[in-house]
């Protein structure tokens, strides 16, 4: 395939971040996982997302998801269902580091937060190595 | 009672907003029962004015396993007037080698949090 041929194709491809959801809008959630060890994305990372029942305390499972070559997950909610809940993302870690030959300290991480403004942009990056781990609320 | 020289395992949660030790946090460790696959609380604690909490378990009782660390980050920040992003904070790890002892700090803000192992 001659270059110009590539480029051409290049252009027509919809670039991985505005990949829509279901509903047709991006997710108002994102996460980025970053392997601080190696100074690379963490890529090919299972992750799911759960969303918390107010009245019965009882988590459901909302989407399950791999991270790319750039450690994202675009998809991980719609708009629709981003309510005002406390909601748990879990890093498949130990998976991630068994896979290139290595344990880990942490079989998995579980980051639970609260969401009170779903209009607003969330993003939860975590940020990971076989001994530490760091996450921040951004935007 | 246990001191600090014979806990296997500790931890030191430090405020990164205010820049002071995370003082009168409460937490609890648990255990996974890998049959059952179900947590069983071994013991709760509260963190000093360090913001050290030591004594959550035994060197017998500290058997290979899977642990999680729970931290009432949540209650912490209320008790300071203050909303957090995260309700609490939980560290699952995983034990294999006995001999070492297991040093497990939270540092945190209201909007982010870091652990490591030492």
Redesign the interface.
């Known amino acids: 395939m001659s270059a110009f041929r590539l480029q051409q194709l290049k252009g027509q491809l919809i670039p991985e971040t505005k990949i829509p959801t279901m509903a047709g809008s991006p997710s108002p959630l994102t996460t980025h996982v970053l392997n601080t060890a190696m100074g690379v994305p963490g890529s090919n990372m299972t992750i799911r997302l759960y969303q918390q029942d107010l009245s019965t305390n009882v988590w459901t499972l909302i989407t399950t998801g791999t991270t790319n070559d750039d450690g994202r997950c675009p998809g991980l909610i719609t708009k629709q269902q981003f309510k005002p809940a406390?909601y748990k993302m879990h890093f498949e870690t130990?998976q991630y580091w068994e896979r290139m030959g290595e344990?880990?300290?942490?079989?998995?991480?579980?980051?639970?937060?609260?969401i009170t403004n779903p209009d607003q942009k969330y993003h939860i990056p975590l940020?990971v190595s076989r001994?530490?781990?760091?996450?921040?609320?951004g935007s | 009672m246990m001191t600090a020289e014979s806990s296997p395992l500790s931890t030191h949660v430090y405020n990164t907003c205010d820049g002071v030790p995370g003082a009168k946090m409460d937490l609890s460790l648990h255990r996974l029962d890998s049959k059952l696959m179900i947590w069983t609380m071994i013991s709760i604690g509260t963190t000093n004015e360090k913001g050290c909490c030591h004594g959550l378990i035994s060197q017998e009782a500290f058997t290979p396993g899977?642990y999680k660390l729970r931290f009432e980050t949540?209650s912490y920040w209320e008790s300071l007037g203050q909303t957090?992003?995260?309700?609490?904070?939980?560290?699952?790890?995983?034990v294999?080698e006995l001999s070492q002892r297991f040093h497990l700090p939270l540092l945190m803000s209201r909007?982010?949090?870091?652990?490591?192992?030492s």
């Open positions: 406390v130990a344990t880990s300290f942490y079989p998995y991480v579980e980051i639970v937060f609260t940020l001994f530490s781990y760091s996450t921040y609320r | 899977m949540g957090s992003f995260y309700p609490y904070v939980e560290v699952v790890f995983t294999r909007f982010s949090y870091s652990t490591y192992r």
